[in-house]
């Protein structure tokens, strides 16, 4: 770390990006351990920083200790209100922040800056500091979150200084120029306007760019990141491919200790994205492959000091050929059984196969190359301590000397609870010509429904005529007019059956009733309406009539025949009122018209600021001056409402915005559907 006490960074803007460099650390150590009942650690980056730190705790009381020569402080917390926000003010008043749940070690650094303005949820990592006590809650759930995600964002550059495996706040480390120290002697990290860049100190050149938010318009220049000081070459790396496996070669690195692969069977593997295989040695043989299939490899040489950038990717296919014309198996084919807490796996026997890999993940679309792997299974295999709601998907390959198959199709389960049966059914019967139309609500946990009717009162699942695998409506036709029919139901599920429901009856009649006339609402949108109304009992269709002219009838309006509720009619010009009718029909005839309803479209933009002002406001500001006023798309909101870090998900009227609302809100901001 540079002493030079004229070098500060500029905290405002380290502030930001502390989030990206989560893991920008050097090697952990238990040395330095805090004194029960204090908070204590470094606080420095890049230049010492000359001044003070001010701890606040869940109640606002302060309390503020002098920053050390070698960077350290300590605060007696005895008496405070666990948990603590700190704030280390330098000489010419930059600020940095960090946070402790509890007494022990807290260091501040660029890093911590950042972790904790993502784990609150701010750009300003100062909000935090002044944060109230469900903000304070908010970052201790997330910190650990923050600080993954941060580590492997920057995982490139925290290789290069051995600091990948370090949580810059809670984690001891010395101020020596090596590891963590070292990083922030040879990068400058500067965060703006939700922006975060790094710039290579010896060069000046940006070796990131990205949002603070976010990954998905992360920029990573490997190629202008600095190295650390003593650490090795890039490798120059050869594969060859070979029947189930390829070989990997390179020279011995000058003042390497060890080297690590890293592969993917997806061309631009990186350290990021790349499968680790540590403590390789030359020629590295990878075995049990699928023939046919190109691997993809880089790796890197690594000493006490740090780790070399990634060697040019090399690529190769392994063929299926072995010794006297033998082959590798063919794909296994994979069936999985849902339980409670597991799924049992099974499958035939492969023919030539002496051993199965299994390969799972709980996002479809699982690989041997992006799967977590269990070796060696047998089948039937039950896959145990699974959670229950939870879908797990799941491929394999068959093995043999030759080498691996192809994987298996994918097969998926979802564990449940012991259940227990729905409860019964709440039947509605309706009379009609010839045939009567029964209904019901849809029944919690229910998977399937089974009728049961009879011409005598007293109809049970044990005397009626069962009718299997019943949806709502369902119409009884082929009956005699005049003559009452009796019926009840159960619904089912995994568990079983449910109690039968209330008898209900109907008799059917010659000629048959239309039905009442339906209730409408209409509600304007970005270029559309929306269409709802209640079922109207005896209905088994609806027609829907519109008009650019008020008093609107079945006669004069243009007709939508068949809709269901609820209906978008879409396509329409902003600012101009369109107006409804509808009736209802069975085999008797039409309803009477519903009474006129109208709306009038507005446009996307005026439709997202109304959205903006309901649903985003009270925490952005009114949208002239929201603190998100930046051209944003709707991609963008929809990642940061899926983003944990931000706290979006769990607010139920974000996570009930439809893509098109999200779309509108986007356009309001400035920006993009």
């Not at 800056?113 to 500091?129: C, E, K, Q």
Request: glycine letters at 10%.
């Amino acid at each position: 770390m540079k002493r030079t006490r004229g070098h500060y960074l500029t905290f405002a803007a380290v502030a930001v990006l502390l989030g990206l460099l989560a893991g920008c650390s050097g090697s952990g150590s238990s040395a330095g351990t805090p004194s029960a009942g204090t908070v204590s650690g470094i606080a420095a980056s890049g230049a010492q920083i000359v001044g003070q730190v001010t701890l606040k705790d869940a109640s606002a009381a302060t309390r503020q200790a002098a920053i050390a020569p070698n960077g350290t402080y300590s605060i007696d917390v005895n008496g405070l209100k666990e948990p603590y926000l700190l704030q280390a003010v330098a000489g010419n008043g930059t600020k940095y922040h960090s946070f402790a749940d509890t007494s022990g070690r807290a260091n501040i650094n660029p890093l911590s800056n950042v972790i904790v303005a993502n784990a609150a949820g701010v750009a300003d990592p100062a909000a935090a500091f002044d944060a109230d006590q469900v903000m304070l809650t908010k970052i201790k759930n997330n910190l650990t979150a923050s600080t993954s995600a941060t580590k492997d964002r920057l995982i490139a550059l925290l290789s290069r200084y051995n600091a990948t495996g370090i949580d810059p706040i809670k984690d001891y480390y010395e101020v020596n120029h090596q590891g963590l120290d070292a990083l922030f002697d040879d990068v400058d990290i500067q965060a703006a306007n939700g922006k975060i860049t790094i710039k290579n100190r010896k060069g000046g050149s940006e070796c990131f760019s990205g949002n603070l938010s976010d990954d998905l318009n992360d920029t990573m220049d490997e190629s202008k990141m600095p190295l650390a000081a003593g650490a090795p070459a890039a490798p120059t790396v050869t594969g060859t491919a070979g029947a189930g496996q390829n070989s990997i070669t390179w020279p011995t690195v000058d003042g390497a200790k060890s080297c690590t692969l890293y592969f993917s069977t997806t061309a631009g593997v990186t350290i990021r994205n790349g499968t680790k295989i540590k403590n390789v040695t030359s020629p590295y043989t990878h075995t049990g492959l699928v023939a046919g299939t190109p691997y993809y490899y880089i790796i890197t040489a690594s000493n006490d000091t740090g780790t070399s950038p990634a060697s040019a990717q090399v690529t190769a296919t392994p063929t299926a050929g072995g010794p006297g014309g033998a082959t590798a198996p063919v794909a296994p084919t994979l069936t999985a059984t849902a339980g409670t807490t597991q799924n049992s796996i099974t499958w035939p026997t492969v023919s030539g196969a002496t051993s199965y890999d299994l390969y799972w993940s709980t996002t479809t679309g699982v690989t041997p190359a992006n799967g977590t792997k269990i070796a060696n299974v047998t089948s039937p295999y039950a896959h145990t301590g699974l959670t229950n709601g939870t879908p797990y998907y799941y491929t394999m390959t068959a093995s043999n000397a030759v080498g691996a198959s192809p994987a298996a199709t994918q097969a998926t389960a979802t564990p449940t609870a012991a259940g227990t049966a729905p409860v019964a059914p709440a039947l509605v019967v309706t009379a009609g010509a010839g045939q009567n139309l029964i209904t019901w609500p849809a029944v919690a946990g229910a998977t399937g429904y089974d009728l049961f009717w009879s011409l005598t009162t007293g109809v049970t699942p044990a005397k009626g005529t069962k009718i299997a695998n019943v949806t709502s409506p369902y119409t009884h036709t082929g009956l005699t007019n005049g003559t009452p029919y009796y019926y009840t139901m159960t619904a089912s599920n995994a568990t079983g059956a449910s109690a039968a429901a209330t008898q209900a009856t109907a008799t059917p009649t010659a000629v048959g009733t239309a039905p009442v006339a339906p209730a409408l609402v209409v509600t304007a949108g970005a270029g559309q309406n929306v269409i709802t109304w209640p079922a109207v009992a005896g209905a088994t269709g609806y027609d829907l009539f519109w008009s650019l002219t008020t008093g609107v009838t079945p006669a004069n309006g243009t007709k939508i025949a068949n809709v269901t509720s609820p209906y978008t009619h879409t396509g329409l010009t902003t600012a101009i009122p369109y107006y409804y009718t509808l009736t209802a029909k069975n085999a008797a005839g039409a309803s009477p018209a519903a009474t006129q309803a109208t709306a009038t479209p507005t446009t996307a933009a005026a439709a997202g600021a109304a959205l903006y002002t309901q649903i985003c406001a009270l925490c952005h500001g009114p949208l002239a001056t929201s603190t998100i006023m930046i051209p944003r798309t709707g991609a963008n909101i929809v990642a940061a409402i899926a983003n944990p870090l931000t706290g979006m998900g769990s607010q139920p009227n974000v996570t009930s915005l439809t893509r098109a609302q999200i779309s509108a809100i986007a356009v309001a901001l400035g920006g993009t559907p």
